[in-house]
């Protein structure tokens, strides 16, 4: 039996274990059928909406022959509760420290996706759903997209870069804020920077004053450019943060400056529409290709003749969430 291993954030797993993974999931892509994980299942447990996540990730336990199990919080399950120590007298029936070891009998293997409140950052910060199941789980779990990380569509994210740029190391990577007439989480763009940091890509994280991503995020990611003897820069112009990219990530999120006070932060946002990807702002790039991860407010975040041109890599970055989490799901739970 394989010692359990989770997958929290790629920051849990060095360069040489994520490049293996990535090496693994090209190699999987293209082979898509095998029995790697054979008789092995996995419980899909979300407390919020998905497209991506849940379709790749049963297609990937299909694939390779093993079995998916999806759970909607509150819908095919009891409502859960995180904090510890809670006198469970209100809406959640259910501990998610009983729920992660109840399931840990079941089957194989957790995956969880639970979305910030977007209203307390000291709350949200600790991360506390996926870390209790992690904490509580006898079984590997597997982070489908928690208040700070994003980890699987990272892995899927730089899978897209090796195939389109080749090797990342010393190329321009372009993490840039856009309106979106909603607050996001971090979740996404972080994982998105300290993957490319952590692969050696000139790092540039291009946003309104505001923005920035946190202080611990930008330290890590900092850090891991320090050690690649890579580049990090913070800009808040578009235009000139864009220059000279090789790949422009396009996401928006939300002000740690205002967190939890939207009402005043949409007044600030509805200044800034113009933050948004356009042919005018492709054309500064070193002829860059265009990512998000999807879904995207087109003609908001994006225009259609950029996330519709060429230069778009939208769909290969959906279609290699699937292969890459074959690979990570093998590396855990299989037998290659």
Same mark, same amino acid.
Not at 198 to 222: A, N, Q, R, W
Not at 238 to 246: F, I, N, Q, T
């Given at each position: 039996?394989?010692?359990?291993?989770?997958?929290?954030?790629?920051?849990?797993?060095?360069?040489?274990?994520?490049?293996?993974?990535?090496?693994?999931?090209?190699? #999987?892509?293209?082979?898509?059928?095998?029995?790697?994980?054979?008789?092995?299942?996995?419980?899909?447990?979300?407390?919020?909406?998905?497209?991506?996540?849940?379709?790749?990730?049963?297609?990937?336990?299909?694939?390779?022959?093993?079995?998916?199990?999806?759970?909607?919080?509150?819908?095919?399950?009891? %409502?859960?509760?995180?904090?510890? &120590?809670?006198?469970?007298?209100?809406?959640?029936?259910?501990?998610?420290?009983?729920?992660?070891?109840?399931?840990?009998?079941?089957?194989?293997?957790?995956? *969880?996706?639970?979305?910030? &409140?977007?209203?307390?950052?000291?709350?949200?910060?600790?991360?506390?759903?996926?870390?209790?199941?992690?904490?509580?789980?006898?079984?590997?779990?597997?982070?489908?997209?928690?208040?700070?990380?994003?980890?699987?569509?990272?892995?899927?994210?730089?899978?897209?870069?090796?195939?389109?740029?080749?090797?990342?190391?010393?190329?321009?990577?372009?993490?840039?804020?856009?309106?979106?007439? %909603?607050?996001?989480?971090?979740? *996404?763009? /972080?994982?998105?920077?300290?993957?490319?940091?952590?692969?050696?890509?000139?790092?540039?994280?291009?946003?309104?004053?505001?923005?920035?991503?946190?202080?611990?995020?930008?330290?890590?990611?900092?850090?891991?450019?320090?050690?690649?003897?890579?580049?990090?820069? #913070?800009?808040?112009?578009?235009?000139?943060? *864009?220059?000279?990219?090789?790949?422009?990530?396009?996401?928006?999120? &939300?002000? #740690?400056?205002?967190?939890?006070?939207?009402?005043?932060? /949409?007044?600030?946002?509805?200044?800034?529409?113009?933050?948004?990807?356009?042919?005018?702002?492709?054309?500064?790039?070193?002829?860059?290709?265009?990512?998000?991860? #999807?879904?995207?407010?087109?003609?908001?975040?994006?225009?259609?003749? *950029?996330?519709?041109?060429?230069?778009?890599?939208?769909?290969?970055?959906?279609?290699?969430?699937?292969?890459?989490?074959?690979?990570?799901?093998?590396?855990?739970?299989?037998?290659?």
């Amino acid at each position: 039996m394989k010692a359990k291993r989770n997958f929290i954030t790629t920051e849990d797993w060095s360069k040489d274990e994520l490049d293996s993974l990535l090496n693994l999931a090209l190699s #999987l892509k293209k082979v898509p059928y095998n029995e790697h994980l054979k008789k092995k299942s996995l419980f899909m447990v979300f407390f919020n909406p998905s497209l991506r996540t849940r379709s790749s990730f049963e297609m990937a336990m299909f694939q390779c022959g093993g079995s998916a199990v999806n759970l909607s919080v509150g819908q095919d399950t009891w %409502k859960l509760e995180h904090k510890l &120590g809670t006198v469970m007298d209100g809406a959640s029936s259910e501990h998610i420290k009983d729920a992660s070891k109840v399931l840990s009998r079941y089957g194989d293997a957790i995956a *969880v996706r639970c979305f910030p &409140g977007m209203t307390d950052w000291e709350e949200d910060a600790k991360d506390s759903v996926i870390r209790g199941f992690a904490e509580n789980a006898t079984v590997p779990v597997i982070n489908m997209e928690s208040s700070l990380y994003h980890p699987c569509q990272g892995l899927a994210d730089m899978m897209t870069i090796k195939e389109n740029i080749g090797e990342p190391k010393k190329k321009k990577f372009v993490l840039t804020w856009c309106y979106h007439p %909603k607050p996001l989480p971090m979740s *996404v763009p /972080n994982s998105a920077a300290l993957i490319s940091s952590t692969f050696g890509m000139d790092v540039k994280i291009v946003c309104p004053e505001g923005y920035e991503l946190s202080h611990d995020v930008i330290k890590t990611i900092k850090n891991n450019c320090a050690r690649e003897n890579s580049d990090f820069e #913070l800009v808040h112009e578009l235009d000139k943060g *864009v220059e000279d990219a090789d790949i422009v990530y396009a996401k928006s999120w &939300g002000s #740690l400056e205002h967190y939890g006070n939207w009402e005043y932060e /949409n007044k600030i946002r509805e200044k800034l529409k113009d933050w948004k990807i356009t042919k005018d702002v492709m054309k500064r790039t070193n002829n860059a290709k265009f990512m998000h991860c #999807l879904p995207v407010r087109r003609n908001v975040v994006v225009d259609d003749d *950029v996330i519709d041109s060429d230069v778009s890599v939208v769909y290969d970055q959906a279609e290699n969430r699937l292969h890459a989490q074959k690979a990570l799901l093998t590396s855990i739970l299989g037998d290659a």
